[in-house]
């Protein structure tokens, strides 16, 4: 069938793996990324498909409601997965108004150019590329497990977590911490809004937003809500490639507070296929909550990720017993003592983030049983593919570091008097 989408945020992390799945899955589909190219958004993700027919860029900003309107009508665009918003919870904490413009009234402005056209079809809320294809509109939204707030840490010594994938099945063999739970309670779909930070709150807005179109307009909509996502071409502000890059230079490691706090992690082509389903199958004005099973201590999170730079790295001296051993297997198992790996001296605790959550946990049995969906990667397996690939694309990291970024590490973590 034929079908023209915009993805919005295109140029980031998350967007440039849903952009590359839907152009290289749906050819017969027309992908237009709409990206405004801010410091996260980077066309150098998309390299691979920039000349397939099917893609088309269009540096656009989401608040330019008269822009997104007019692209609307030029293109008959009748789906719109949007994922385009500021995403990063340190600088909405220094920055809060630009959170609330790009992610509640830039998603304001996209739904508003969606009804205005949609509304104006000869049946409203579908769109007619030809007299045998007309195809039902949706406006899906991508949005986050932290508008949900924080879990209580009631069990911080971890209990075996409740929910079993075959992923998750595998970490318990392997006996790590991501078969492990550090509460009782998890974030539903039905789960109360209670966000913390300026992002979430913006995050949470925006939500509300899109379920409103649909309640007083009738717009076809899904609201989708994920936990911490890693993997390839994430900006390194954000904790793992972060971690990565300064593993790699030996620069300190800045761990919030005790670096106890707890987050689910998925690997973000998981998040991506998961997309993709929910598109095509979910069920409309219904929301889904798509989490990784897989909870971590930022601590234990930390050492992992060090540990696999160490060995893909040579930093550490294996023997022939460890070296047949993949580097996953190495540090899940502990088989090799922490002395063995010289930059788990790089940890440096520094000032907790303000308002820090204490632990997130999604709970996407929903997803699972009604669409058959669940992650496909084991963590230390997701961490070592992570690692190979920041290693691999340092002139990526060199490229994405230059310029402004300095200026920003050094604002962000500069020291606290004391
Ligand atoms: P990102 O910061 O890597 O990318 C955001 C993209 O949006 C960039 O390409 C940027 O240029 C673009 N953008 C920003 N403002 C824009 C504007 N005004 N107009 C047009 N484009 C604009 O973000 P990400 O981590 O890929 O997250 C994508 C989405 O997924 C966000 O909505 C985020 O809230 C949500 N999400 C992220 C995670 C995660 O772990 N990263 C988890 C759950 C949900
Ligand atoms: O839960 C989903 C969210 O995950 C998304 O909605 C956000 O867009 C995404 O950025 C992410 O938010 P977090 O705040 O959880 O991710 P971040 O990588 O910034 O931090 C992960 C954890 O690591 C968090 O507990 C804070 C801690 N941290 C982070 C950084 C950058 C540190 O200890 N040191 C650091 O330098």
Known sequence: MKRTIIITGGAGFIGSHVVRLFVNKHPEYKIINLDKLTYAGNLANLKDIEDKPNYKFVKMDICDFEAVYQLMQDEQVDGIIHLAAESHVDRSIKDPFTFAKTNVMGTLSLLQAAKLYWESQPVPYQVAHSSQSTVQCLFYHISTDEVYGALAMNHPEGIPAPHQTIASAHSSQLETHGSLAYGSEFFYETTKYNPH??????KASSDHFVRAYHDTYGMPTIVTNCSNNYGPYQFPEKLIPLFINNIRHRKPLPVYGKGENVRDWLYVEDHARAIDLIFHKGKIAET???GG???WKNIDLIKVVIKTVDIALGR???NDEQRALSSSQLT????MPDSAFPDLDLITYVTDRLGHDARYAIDSTKLQKELGWEPSLQFEEGIEKTVRWYLD?????DNVTSGDYQKYYEEMYKPTQS
């Open 197 to 202: 930070s300026p992002y979430s709150a913006s």
């Open 316 to 318: 550490v001296a294996l």
């Open 288 to 290: 889904y909550n798509i």
């Open 332 to 335: 899940a198992h502990s088989s």
């Open 393 to 397: 694309n340092q002139d990526w990291m």
């Open 293 to 295: 099973f897989n909870e």
